[in-house]
């Protein structure tokens, strides 16, 4: 321990020595950012760039009225996918007004964990986009490796938390963690992929092949 | 770090004469910039977001120790802990302690630079292993291909880059021990396959190693880029989790990182943001039901605190994009391999001198044309040509250089200072070089043979015989006219 104490003294000293310069604390006093994209007009348009922008990076999106209707478009997308009926149902999807054994057909399981075959529904902490970007969060109602385990990602999104650029996410990151940041976040943009067996590169690396994004207007 | 660099002559040769090779830098040299270009373009403000990366970076890099010291602070409050290494041997030793406390037998890494510097995955299979075998497992396809045929990478992001799909194929039949008459000959059985293989490594390892993108002193967070998902299932799933990164990577704010991967998969891939980013902030929470229990980040020095306030510092600002290798014209003729050094195009032929001695890299920073592209695709603005050109002032200071090659920049200088010698001597230079030449295309004439040193030139290439009147004279007889 001692060693790594004095790397630490010694590396410290070094910078400190070759560069004596002013710091200002990045938390207290954030360094105005020069605002690089122009503000959305009106919601609408974040929410048709973020599905469209997706759609370019191979993911399927959709949008529908309220929470209700979102059981039923999960089913038509499994169908139309030739996908197997069983889903697994992370906790932060059981929004309010999706009513999941609604649909009868589904086959909602409540598994820890996802297994490669398999189709996970999760929620989401925003949608970006610039980036046509899902940003989650994890927790015990959504684990991370719920993202990438299994072979069909499918994301709800509420329209209201769609936002146009990364300068409208990270103040509503900071509003709602004030005190601890959350353990992993995720942003991801559309299905895992690889350049390294040749051009052009292939779905499902090790994450999802299938990601289908379902925005709710209303929920 | 150990480099091949005082080859570099011979394994250029090499490589300029190897056909597989040359058809896959073909492809990089063709699709690169144009995907690059095509990705830029879709944004109005691009080069004032790399004035404004550039600028991130020199905060950081000005106030370094403030950043990390912020950095650290957050990674403990979050439950993590952090490690100082000065040098590679201090990060490994590191490194395998945590796995040996961890009763780890199984690793599995993610892509990582700073540990392919370090030979971390050398050292954790033969040093480190004095009580129990440590099997690492790379799981970046690209890096697991290399891995599997024990070589190094010859692209900072595309470390598999020279390998051939049947080369794929072969090594996948000749590793995994499944049974069938023949290679797999469709990428996409070897995806499903590779991917296999890896998940049930993924499952069964204890520790989890990667690298970082960047690193956020305002959260204490950890960035980090992939396509394939393979680094979030490393933190995800193993019940420790460690970071190897080098110490210039901090940023002081989530905004610093939002505008730094506006241009990082522009520049890198031509995409707008990578499939998957992701921002770790420390270990399991109460109340999760996975995550790893212990989390580490080790920060490694490694000589970077060395070019701080040298003519090198600009170097540091470096996200690693491979934009500066895409569009060389040296490193897409060559590929990584002839830089022998885990750092090739203009961004190791600047890097590598710096961390493993000038002496042992002299021939990098001569393998430019100074064509200066490098420095227009760089995002952080990173000034590569000049740096060369430090790096030769050295070598000629340190005498270091050729004899040659030393005698002819004193002649040159000597020329230079002396502007009507100068001119004479080009003067007579053009009339021998004239007559040297015969009409070629373009109405040109060219020079196809030189006698003496001329011949270095004209055995690979012909070349442009000079104008009649130099641009000087044309000047003056421009300026009497008027």
């Not at chain 2, 490194?95 to 540990?115: D, F, L, N, P």
């Not at chain 2, 270990?283 to 970077?304: C, I, K, Q, T």
Request: proline share 6%; glycine share 6%; aromatic share 6%.
């Amino acid at each position: 321990m001692s060693q790594t104490l004095s790397a630490r003294e010694q590396i410290l000293a070094a910078i400190r020595g070759a560069k004596p310069a002013p710091a200002t604390d990045s938390t207290s006093t954030p360094r105005p950012t020069l605002q690089l994209t122009s503000p959305p007009d009106d919601p609408d348009t974040s929410i048709e760039r973020f599905m469209s922008l997706a759609r370019e990076e191979a993911a399927t999106a959709e949008r529908v009225a309220e929470a209700a209707d979102v059981p039923r478009a999960v089913l038509r997308y499994l169908r139309s996918e030739r996908l197997s009926l069983r889903l697994i149902i992370a906790g932060n999807a059981r929004i309010s007004g999706i009513v999941w054994e609604s649909t009868a057909d589904l086959d909602c399981a409540a598994e820890p964990v996802a297994d490669d075959g398999d189709t996970v529904v999760t929620g989401c902490y925003a949608g970006v986009a610039e980036a046509g970007a899902v940003v989650t969060l994890s927790s015990s109602d959504h684990p991370s490796e719920f993202n990438f385990l299994a072979a069909t990602h499918i994301v709800i999104v509420p329209a209201s938390v769609v936002v146009d650029s990364f300068e409208q996410l990270w103040p509503r990151l900071r509003a709602d963690y004030p005190e601890r940041w959350p353990r992993m976040m995720n942003f991801i943009v559309g299905p895992s992929r690889t350049a390294d067996l040749g051009v052009p590169s292939r779905l499902g690396a090790h994450g999802p092949s299938r990601v289908h994004i379902i925005v709710v207007d209303s929920c | 770090m150990q480099t091949t660099s005082p080859k570099f002559k011979a394994l250029s040769r090499a490589a300029l004469a190897d056909r597989t090779l040359q058809v896959s830098l073909d492809g990089l040299r063709r699709i690169m910039p144009e995907i690059r270009t095509a990705a830029l373009n879709e944004m109005s403000d691009f080069e004032a977001t790399c004035d404004q990366a550039a600028e991130i970076r020199n905060t950081a890099i000005a106030s370094l120790d403030h950043y990390l010291r912020q950095f650290e602070r957050q990674v403990q409050a979050s439950g993590g802990q952090v490690h100082w290494a000065a040098t590679g041997e201090e990060a490994c030793q590191i490194v395998g302690r945590i796995c040996s406390a961890a009763g780890a037998k199984k690793i599995i890494k993610s892509k990582s630079m700073v540990t392919e510097e370090i030979e971390l995955n050398a050292w954790l299979e033969n040093r480190g292993a004095r009580d129990g075998q440590f099997e690492v497992t790379e799981t970046d396809l690209g890096e697991y291909i290399i891995q599997l045929r024990g070589e190094k990478p010859s692209h900072i992001l595309a470390p598999s880059l020279h390998v051939t799909l049947e080369e794929v194929a072969e090594t996948f039949h000749a590793h995994h021990q499944i049974e069938r008459q023949q290679p797999l000959s469709d990428p996409a059985d070897m995806l499903v396959e590779a991917r296999r293989v890896l998940r049930q490594k993924f499952l069964a390892a204890e520790v989890g190693i990667t690298g970082a993108n960047f690193l956020v002193a305002e959260t204490g967070g950890v960035v980090i880029v992939t396509n394939e998902g393979n680094a979030d299932l490393t933190a995800c799933l193993p019940d420790t989790h460690i970071v190897v990164t080098g110490i210039e990577k901090v940023v002081p704010t989530l905004d610093d990182v939002g505008v730094l991967l506006r241009v990082l998969a522009r520049s890198a891939i031509g995409e707008r943001l990578s499939n998957y980013t992701t921002f770790v902030q420390g270990p399991r929470r109460a109340g999760d039901s996975s995550g790893p229990g212990n989390y580490h980040v080790v920060l490694l020095d490694n000589g970077r605190s060395n070019l701080l306030g040298t003519e090198f510092q600009d170097m540091l600002r470096c996200i690693r994009c491979s934009a500066c290798l895409n569009h060389c014209p040296v490193y897409t003729a060559i590929g990584g391999h002839a830089y022998g050094s885990v750092y090739s195009g203009p961004m190791g032929a600047v890097l590598t001198p710096a961390l493993s001695g000038l002496s042992s890299a002299t021939h990098l920073p001569n393998a430019s044309t100074f064509c200066g592209r490098c420095e227009s695709v760089c995002p952080v603005r990173i000034p590569l040509p000049k740096m060369l050109r430090h790096w030769r002032e050295q070598e000629f200071k340190r005498k270091m250089a050729p004899a040659g090659q030393r005698v002819g920049l004193r002649f040159w200088r000597i020329l230079n200072r002396r502007p009507f010698v100068y001119r004479w001597v080009m003067r007579l230079v053009a009339i021998i070089l004239r007559g040297f030449s015969r009409a070629g295309k373009n109405g040109r004439r060219w020079i196809r043979r030189l006698p003496l040193l001329g011949a270095a030139w004209t055995q690979q290439r012909d070349m442009a015989a000079p104008a009649p009147k130099s641009f000087q004279t044309k000047w003056r007889r421009q300026g009497a006219a008027k």
